[in-house]
């Protein structure tokens, strides 16, 4: 078996595994189905560039949607995922849609073990894996941090979250620059300190930006995309 078919087969096995586990629409396929059939049909500029990500892009999308429109971004994030369901929908929320890129916000989760204990390796696995399955279909791949955050109100016993999403951002940083994939660093401009937090000039939370921190989101991927 080639390698692109490899790929392709094993992200199939996993689509089944985790529908087989959950018994349900775990991935959210359902969530984008109808406004994907809407977006096939628009001129293919505006929809170029996918973001795909969790609560921190659907936020984005409802507080900011000026910003999609007017560059012809799509945005695709469910509150609540990790990667693990973003590997699971990549297909229908970012393949099907034919763009020439696709930006990747993916950790938050992962990290706050929604749905799972934290393991790094698979985290960035799962990433990867994107990256390659966007390479197997002509897309270009863009990679982002993870926004710093000391706390998930939702998960107040990890205390080690920083600590996580510094190591998580280095290796993706790494990874990268390895390989020749365009690097968006939301981090950097909203971390308020060492310590890893988000500043507080940019969200309510502790993790979700408000529209000032959607602002400097913003001005960072479009340099990065003009890159």
Known sequence: MGFKKSILACAALSVCLAMVAAGDDWANFGRYEAQNAEVLQLPAKERNVVFLGNSITENWARIHPEFFKKHGFVPRGISGQTSYQFLLRFRDDVINMRPEVVVINAGTND??????????????GNIVSMVELAKANGIRPVLSTVLPAMVFGWRPEITDAPQKIKSLNKRLRQYANANGITFVDYYTPMALDEIGALNPIYTDD??????PGYDVMERVVLDALGR
């Open 206 to 211: 502790g993790v979700h930006p408000t529209a």
């Open 111 to 124: 990290v706050a073990e929604n749905n799972h204990a934290y393991n790094e390796d698979r985290t960035f």
